[in-house]
């Protein structure tokens, strides 16, 4: 639930500090000595070994240090959940201190009921929004458990006999699986590789080129490389080049490691048990509270004045006293944190029966709110399956040995298999796929990372010869060979040949093949191989993917278009392929920008070619960021759709960050919003859920803010002019109560398509706008009421005051819930648009109720009186003029300033 007003705020911001400070201290000195040791005393400090743990261990090591899960929000019992969403928002506390100060203060009938009433509020508007929420987080959860991100461990396993008797026990061996990462426990042995959220803290025994982002824990922006050799230097555990904490993520390379600790006592979970519960406010939540807290300002204005009026006109202090009790809760949005938390539940629930896990319940109005679409290409927009077309020498012609290369590399490299090292290895037959395994061993490798843009291989053949594989860009391998295989010939990259390359490349990139380089080098026997060794490499031809776009991409793209939200491919892959799959799926590219000159680019000068560019291509990480950064400097409500490794941070700078259930699981982690199945439709989708739950959020909000601005006018008014109350407590509390209940259905209605077509935001001037326009409308018509009370039936009087009471009750119960269906269109009411039917009911059930209430047995508890037939006639007449005079300026409204 939206919590508007939390007093978990008022806690200083030191005790917090000091409380995380405490928890990550003692987490932080067992780590350090984990740091200082070497492997094998890590190992043996933790019952562990290279093989990994048996499952007597794990089932051991399961019960006493519980799942690999930190401190989060916990599923609380029901109780406790209505509690905290009760004293949370002071204004239910208000209003249950006012109903308790009404029933032992009031001696009558009616303000024990109004005590009822104002009690009866509170349970509506903490109930209803609990039972709701409730319900789209059951669906969510469902979907929820579908997705589940996993570790690759070793451990020792039991293995069944070779079957020649069956008495032969079962043999135990080590292996390499796949463990759910909440089942991780200390002694663990973890494999990392690119893409990989570090599960548990970690004490590496092995680790190649690895480099960790670990921002989430010290707010580096670079990624910081990591070592296995221990570490006794270090003055933190943070600083420690041996560790790796749950939180960060495997940017580049590989490595393997033994678990420290996991849960509640890693680093990052010490952290996480004093942040749990804490929620970063969002547009949406600021644009809902500042009105909340405009209302509330507005009732600490009225109230007194109607309190002073009545008790120096009156002379009964103590009435005068109830009755501005009763105005301050009718003034009151109490309802206004139901009526959102609804909305999102019911926004949440539709988006789960189209399989969208909403993460975060917020996130449905942001994204209805975005105004630029910025999307990754591979996996997205394409299909999550590349198919490897063509093997080629440097000419262009089909060549058997560059397949093999391309296999090797594929085959040998630890780190994460994209897309295309599945399809390299899809490629090769079952024999060639043998041959290779048999003539070549994995001697080393030196793994991808995006400045490179290329990852290697180094292996031995059955002589004892080295080769160094560079599969990778075209531009960046291409740079680091000096020679080309030329019809089995090696030959020198003059700038002739290299401009023949470049051709044969640029031709498959226009025929729309994604194409990859690859270069070899035979080199002598080294301990160890890096990154300097990818030079002197001989071009051996290229290999060529499809990368087919989705069925659905064109359709979605067009749809979000229409919808008015532009597409912008923001990618790693090269502008020619980018260009190409832009005119599949029916994205316009009239401008472009590469990484390199995103990089030149001042921030300023990036703002505003980011105005005119559809496509950015061969972007790194951070340079996504940039440029969702730029667009959020111009203005923009930006959602991001990605899956892949370096789509991670650029999924946490946008307002709403997408993902597939497909994607690495540092994308997963990153995204507000998921997405179970293939089709990009969803997409328009939710965009137009989002505005529809904006939409009926903002009905609520103009009908409370004008019908309170309205009420001020006739609440002053008449104080000042009748000699007796213009309403009775109870019957204000009663006409409040009756109002919020035929509201509750506003979730439910239909939003204009005007309304859908484009972006909608915050704008409080136009709240205000409506406010003065369209509130003073009622007070006219409260204002002949009165007239008509007393001069047409004479209620002028104290003795008829129980008749003025009673009329008022119903003409302003009427009016202010009928007029909702008059607001709650731009089109003309009942003819162009009709409320859906759960809101027609709602609204009609109450106006019959008040019509009936002053005939009814009860009638004498609240005070009312039956009502003559002539006032029946004459609200038929009010209601009717006081829409149409609504509809008139509410169309002069639209005309003058555009969609209502």
């Not at 105005?327 to 629930?349: C, D, H, Q, R, S």
Request: aromatic residues 8%.
């Amino acid at each position: 639930m939206l919590d508007l007003f939390n007093f978990s705020m008022l806690i200083p911001n030191g005790a917090r500090e000091r409380a995380k400070g405490e928890a990550s201290a003692r987490a932080s000195i067992q780590l350090a000595e984990y740091a200082r040791m070497d492997a094998t005393g890590v190992l043996a400090r933790l019952g562990s070994g290279t093989d990994g743990l048996g499952p007597e261990q794990v089932a051991e090591f399961t019960a006493e240090f519980g799942p690999n899960v930190v401190a989060q929000e916990k599923k609380k019992p029901f109780l406790l959940h209505v509690l905290e969403r009760f004293i949370t928002n002071p204004i239910n506390v208000l209003l249950t201190v006012l109903a308790v100060i009404t029933w032992v203060t009031g001696s009558e009938l009616s303000d024990k009921i109004g005590a009822i009433i104002m009690f009866a509020m509170v349970v509506m508007a903490v109930f209803v929004a609990h039972f709701q929420e409730a319900r789209s987080s059951r669906a969510v959860e469902q979907l929820r458990r579908m997705v589940s991100n996993t570790a690759t461990v070793r451990r020792e396993i039991d293995e069944s006999g070779d079957g020649t008797a069956d008495d032969t026990p079962p043999r135990r061996v080590a292996k390499k699986i796949e463990v759910p990462i909440d089942g991780l426990v200390p002694g663990d042995i973890v494999f990392l590789s690119a893409g990989d959220m570090v599960p548990a803290d970690m004490r590496l025994l092995h680790a190649k080129d690895l480099f960790v982002n670990q921002a989430a824990l010290t707010g580096e922006s670079m990624p910081v490389e990591k070592f296995a050799a221990s570490d006794a230097e270090a003055k933190t555990a943070l600083e420690a080049r041996c560790l790796c904490f749950m939180g960060s993520n495997v940017v580049s390379g590989s490595a393997m490691g033994v678990i420290a600790a996991t849960g509640a006592n890693t680093y990052f979970g010490a952290l996480a048990g004093s942040l749990v519960g804490q929620r970063v406010e969002t547009s949406f939540d600021k644009g809902v509270k500042r009105f909340a807290w405009l209302m509330l300002r507005f009732m600490a204005v009225m109230v007194p004045v109607v309190f002073l009026i009545n008790g120096v006109t009156k002379h009964d202090w103590f009435e005068a006293f109830m009755f501005a009790v009763a105005v301050a809760v009718g003034l009151t949005p109490e309802m206004l944190p139901m009526i959102v938390a609804i909305n999102l539940a019911k926004g949440a629930l539709k988006m789960a029966r189209k399989d969208v896990i909403v993460k975060r319940l917020n996130a449905i109005q942001n994204f209805g709110a975005i105004d630029v679409l910025c999307t990754d290409k591979t996996g997205t927009l394409t299909q999550d399956r590349v198919i490897l077309e063509r093997h080629t020498d440097i000419h262009g012609a089909e060549n058997e040995d560059v397949l093999d290369f391309a296999w090797l590399n594929s085959y040998h490299q630890t780190g994460l298999k994209n897309l295309l090292d599945v399809a390299v290895l899809d490629g090769a037959t079952p024999d060639r796929a043998a041959r290779l395994k048999s003539a070549f061993a994995l001697v080393d490798e030196v793994p991808f990372d995006f400045s490179r843009r290329r990852m290697s291989v180094v292996v031995h053949d059955e002589a004892g010869r080295h080769f160094l594989i560079s599969k990778g860009a075209v531009a960046e391998t291409v740079g680091v060979c000096s020679r080309a295989r030329d019809e089995g010939e090696t030959v020198p990259m003059t700038p002739e040949k290299l401009a023949e390359v470049r051709a044969v490349a640029r031709d498959m990139n226009d025929d729309g093949f994604r194409v990859l380089a690859l270069g070899v080098r035979e080199i002598g026997v080294k301990p160890s191989y890096s990154r300097e060794d990818e030079n002197d490499l001989t071009l051996m031809g290229f290999i060529a993917f499809l990368d087919p776009p989705k069925d659905s991409a064109a359709d979605a793209i067009a749809a979000l278009n229409a919808n008015g939200v532009a597409v912008k491919i923001l990618t790693g892959d090269n502008d020619v392929v980018t260009r190409n799959v832009c005119r599949q799926v029916g994205i316009a590219v009239e401008n472009f920008l590469t990484g390199p000159k995103v990089e030149a680019m001042s921030d300023d000068e990036l703002t505003v070619a980011a105005r005119t560019t559809q496509v950015f291509a061969r972007l790194n990480p951070q340079q996504k960021v940039r440029v969702i950064q730029a667009l959020h400097r111009d203005g923009h409500v930006v959602g991001f759709l990605g899956d892949g490794i370096n789509d991670g941070p650029a999924l946490r700078a946008a307002d709403v960050g997408v993902s597939v259930d497909t994607a690495v699981d540092i994308a997963k982690e990153s995204a507000d919003i998921i997405l179970l199945e293939k089709s990009l439709l969803v997409l328009e989708e939710g965009v137009i859920e989002g505005r529809k739950v904006f939409g009926n959020v903002l009905k609520y909000i103009k009908m409370t803010a004008s019908s309170n601005f309205g009420n001020m006018f006739s609440m002053i008014g008449a104080s000042a002019l009748l000699p007796f109350l213009p309403m009775m407590p109870v019957q204000v509390l009663l006409n409040n109560l009756m109002y919020d209940f035929s509201q509750t259905a506003v979730a439910s209605d239909d939003v204009d398509p005007e309304y859908l077509a484009k972006p909608r935001q915050w704008d409080l001037k136009a709240i205000a706008r409506f406010m003065l326009y369209i509130g003073p409308i009622s007070s006219i018509f409260d204002y002949c009421t009165f007239g008509f009370l007393w001069f047409v039936l004479g209620a002028d009087a104290p003795a008829q005051q129980r008749l003025f009471q009673t009329a008022w009750f119903v003409e302003s119960l009427l009016t202010q819930t009928l007029i909702v269906h008059v607001i709650r269109t731009g089109r003309m009411p009942f003819v162009e648009s009709r409320a859906s039917l759960p809101l027609t009911v709602t609204s009609v059930s109450i106006c019959l109720a008040g019509m009936v209430l002053p005939f009814s047995p009860v009638a004498s508890w609240f005070g009312f009186v039956p009502l003559p037939g002539v006032f029946f006639a004459f609200l038929a007449a009010v209601i009717v003029v006081y829409m149409g005079l609504t509809q008139f300026v509410k169309a002069r409204m639209i005309r003058r300033f555009g969609v209502l």
